[in-house]
């Protein structure tokens, strides 16, 4: 069955002085084509429209909402990274929430046995990592193994205007990254929505009917930020932009703000004596239950001012991961044993690089004719200008 999706650049064309506008935005064009079919929702905090919730607006139309799936962080995003999301009853509306986070990541068979279209309606970042990423893939899969209908009312990436980094071997994959993409992939979720069916990436994906509310006057070459954060530690347009850079971070020694009021702007290790910046990580609530070297001391640098939001640089910045290797009193313990860099990375040759001493652009070689022969399967995909 095909996608339901306009050609890149066919109708969706940027209009000059017209709002961007996420897909949930023309509700009005589609609430109809909803009207007599129970609906399953994959939303969470950032599902609105203005600070209406797609919940609160698709039940005040008096459409049939069975169920919520929630990923990680939760529906109303107030879970920390990596906490366990418990399934719930929506206190307002009285929706049952099941949880995608935890042991259970794909809705199951029963809890879509009285459902006719699953509508997914998340904020992405456009980094592989991300895990919303892998929330898509499970319940488009589990939608296509139940014969269900499935919406992606899409919303702008962020970081949609470049390609880059290593693209994921497939002895990686995880919940970081199921697909062989690139870490920066230059598409919305809608797109990336398509790449996955037209790929087959899930089971019975020729079974699936996949349908693409697009946005409104979106242009990827144009800086997007999200009106909602689109995770706790993501507070900011600075933290979005370096995220796709910073995030290997995890995998090592080095914090990158988790605990503070600006995660994912700063980078710092205890024991490090260069930098000209330090920092002390501290639970918060809701968004840190335990970050890493909480209560010490990390210097290193604050890199919020490293970016320019108005025109951030078409590519991945990886010499503050080379800097804080080179700089690291403890090399051997640089990299976590648990291989967690490796799964961020995709590859285990970006950490063998580093270790041994390549420069950015030899490390940056060896990926491009990968991102060459990626660019010619996502132009395939492509909604937007």
Request: charged fraction near 20%.
């Amino acid at each position: 069955m095909r996608s339901e999706a306009p050609a890149a650049g066919e109708i969706f064309a940027a209009q000059p002085g017209k709002p961007v506008l996420p897909g949930i935005y023309s509700i009005a064009a589609w609430k109809l084509d909803l009207a007599g079919k129970s609906i399953a929702l994959v939303a969470n905090h950032s599902s609105v429209i203005g600070r209406t919730h797609l919940l609160d607006t698709l039940l005040s139309l008096g459409l049939d909402v069975r169920v919520v799936f929630a990923p990680e962080h939760g529906f109303r995003g107030d879970h920390p990274d990596g906490s366990k999301v418990s399934s719930t009853v929506d206190e307002k509306s009285g929706v049952p929430i099941q949880s995608l986070y935890g042991s259970k990541k794909k809705p199951s068979t029963e809890a879509l046995r009285d459902v006719d279209v699953v509508i997914f309606d998340i904020q992405d970042v456009g980094a592989r990592f991300f895990t919303f990423l892998s929330t898509l893939h499970y319940a488009m899969e589990a939608a296509a193994e139940s014969g269900i209908s499935f919406w992606v009312l899409d919303r702008p990436n962020p970081n949609g205007f470049y390609v880059d980094g290593p693209v994921l071997k497939p002895e990686f994959k995880s919940f970081v990254g199921l697909h062989p993409v690139p870490i920066v992939y230059g598409m919305t979720i809608g797109e990336y929505a398509q790449m996955i069916k037209g790929e087959a990436w899930i089971a019975q994906a020729d079974k699936l009917t996949l349908r693409i509310v697009p946005c409104a006057n979106y242009d990827r070459s144009k800086p997007y930020f999200p009106e909602v954060n689109p995770s706790p530690n993501l507070s900011s347009p600075e933290a979005i932009l370096l995220y796709p850079s910073l995030c290997l971070f995890e995998g090592t020694n080095v914090s990158v703000g988790r605990g503070t009021d600006a995660p994912f702007t700063m980078i710092g290790a205890p024991g490090n004596t260069d930098g000209d910046y330090q920092f002390k990580p501290e639970v918060k609530p809701g968004i840190s239950s335990s970050p890493p070297h909480l209560g010490a001391v990390c210097k290193g640098y604050n890199l919020k001012d490293k970016v320019d939001r108005g025109d951030p640089l078409p590519s991945l910045d990886f010499s503050w991961l080379l800097r804080m290797y080179s700089e690291s009193p403890d090399k051997k313990n640089f990299f976590l044993p648990s291989g967690f860099f490796e799964k961020l990375a995709g590859t285990e040759e970006l950490r063998k690089s580093i270790i041994a001493g390549q420069s950015l652009n030899e490390i940056a070689v060896s990926w491009q004719k990968d991102i060459a022969d990626f660019k010619i399967i996502r132009a395939k995909y492509l909604i937007y200008p």
